[in-house]
């Protein structure tokens, strides 16, 4: 399914068609893949508010099975089960590559942006970004791990939250809805501001101790807060929740203007932050806390070619949970 022109979701701007069986280059697998998971990333791609060149395969969130190995690979066999994410290549040697802080090399390259991704039979990923998937897990329910759940892993070590603390969630998406398992284990008190009825009630189910609208009051003030749907109004709703010395960490690739604030909102060190992209670290970590907590996937399962339906629902905000490519 290949973006050939950027075009509203409703447009159906995913066109199905037939390409050669990509091999793998020098330091590349091949991937099988069997499901791949739909971002809101992919809807920003296909509507054109973050650019790709064309035509590109989208789809970062990559779970299947290694088909190829190209030269000089090493530690990744035939039939083992992978996965690969947003990021596809990095320089290794700029300066925050080699501070740990690889997610911010200007060199990166992107999965399903820079090169074809995974809504596809069969992709190609470079070695070193391919990741083992935790065991037990099916490759529809490991899929939204491999973005939702790392960058929404990496938002919530960005947010300072600590163990036990009150933790505010302004959108209750894919990414929301694996980070609470995690914000849960660690004892934090998860409060979900959301517009959906459906949103809060997955919220709550999930264990948050609260659920209501952007503007809603829940009466505590918060240590900490992850913004994850991309309105730009969320940032000072956020500040108005938190507690002095508290953090909004911002989990998005794109987001509308954010309003100006009266200085007291932010005054009392609170702090704003983005988070863009992820470590290899982040996506190991988080695959070992999904095999640990567990972490439990709300999959909403679409046919391959029913991709252009699957980016019409995040558009509306009409999944529960993660959408999911079916491919094999
Ligand atoms: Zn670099
Ligand atoms: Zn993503």
Known sequence: MRLERPGRAESAPLVL????EPEPGPGEVAIAVEACGVCRTDLHLAEGEVSAPLPRILGHQVAGRISAVGDGVTGHAVGDAVGAGWMAFVDGSCRWCVSGRENLCP??????????????????????????LPAGVSAMEAAPLLCAGVIGYRALRLS???SGGRLGFFGFGAS???AIQIARHRGCEVYAFTRGESGRRLALEMGAKW?????????VALDAAVTFAPAGELVPAALARLAPGGTVAINAIHMSAIPSIPYERIYGERVVRSVQNSTRRDALELLELAREIPIR???APYP?????????????????????????
């Open 17 to 20: 068609v037939e390409v050669p």
């Open 107 to 132: 060199a990166a390259r992107y999965t399903g942006r820079d090169r074809d991704g995974g809504f596809a039979e069969t992709t190609t990923a470079r070695a070193e970004w391919v990741f083992p």
């Open 160 to 162: 300072g939250v600590e």
């Open 176 to 178: 929301a809805h694996l």
């Open 211 to 219: 659920a209501g609208g952007a503007d809603d009051d829940p009466g």
């Open 297 to 299: 996937a709300e999959v």
């Open 304 to 328: 391959l070619e029913e991709a252009n339906a699957a980016l019409r629902d995040v558009a509306s905000g009409h999944v529960r949970g993660a959408a999911v490519l079916r491919v094999r």
